[in-house]
């Protein structure tokens, strides 16, 4: 109920990221603002590091993912593809689109769900987390480079790759 009020007021509002958390919040402001957005009395914009919504983790099927871009797109939901966006630290209402300075939208209102960074303690385990420092894990969630098993990771800690609903369907 906080962001009733700065939702209602803003005629821009900007999503840094296409993962659960924009996708939803978009949809939300559509719902409730779609005849704003439709007469261009209300922007939204989605910028996002991929072609589609959401994340292709195997949660979410390709057709999913399609159909959710689309409908947000088909109701005015302007969608920036294949790019990132950074808020400038002295104004965080002007994002700064894929690096360059010279590429920038401004808005009323940003949000910024750009997904979420793990959180592993320091360790001296080898191998013990991928590129992007999640820690590797096998099906059982246990920790591949620790031999005894007796190590789990468990949430957004781990590099799990989701392998219901997408598989099921596929």
């Known amino acids: 109920s906080s962001q009733v ?100 939208i401004e808005a009323d209102l940003v949000y910024s769900g750009v997904g979420t960074n793990p959180a592993v303690p320091p360790n001296e385990i080898k191998n013990f987390t991928n590129q992007s420092g999640y820690v590797k894990v096998k099906k059982t969630f246990q920790a591949t480079a620790v031999s005894k098993g007796n190590v789990f990771a468990i949430g957004d800690v781990n590099d799990f790759t989701y392998h219901g609903i997408a598989k099921r369907d596929s």
């Open 5 to 104: 009020f700065p939702l209602k007021r803003a005629k821009h509002v900007v999503f840094i990221g296409g993962g659960f958390f924009s996708t939803e919040l978009a949809g939300e402001v559509v719902h409730y603002h779609g005849k704003e957005i439709a007469s261009g009395k209300k922007k939204v914009t989605i910028i996002h590091s991929s072609d589609k919504l959401l994340p292709n983790n195997g949660f979410f099927t390709d057709t999913l993912r399609t159909e959710i871009t689309d409908y947000l797109v088909q109701r005015g939901v302007k969608l920036i593809k294949n790019c990132r966006g950074t808020q400038l630290d002295f104004n965080p209402n002007i994002i700064i689109l894929n690096d360059d300075p010279n590429k920038f």
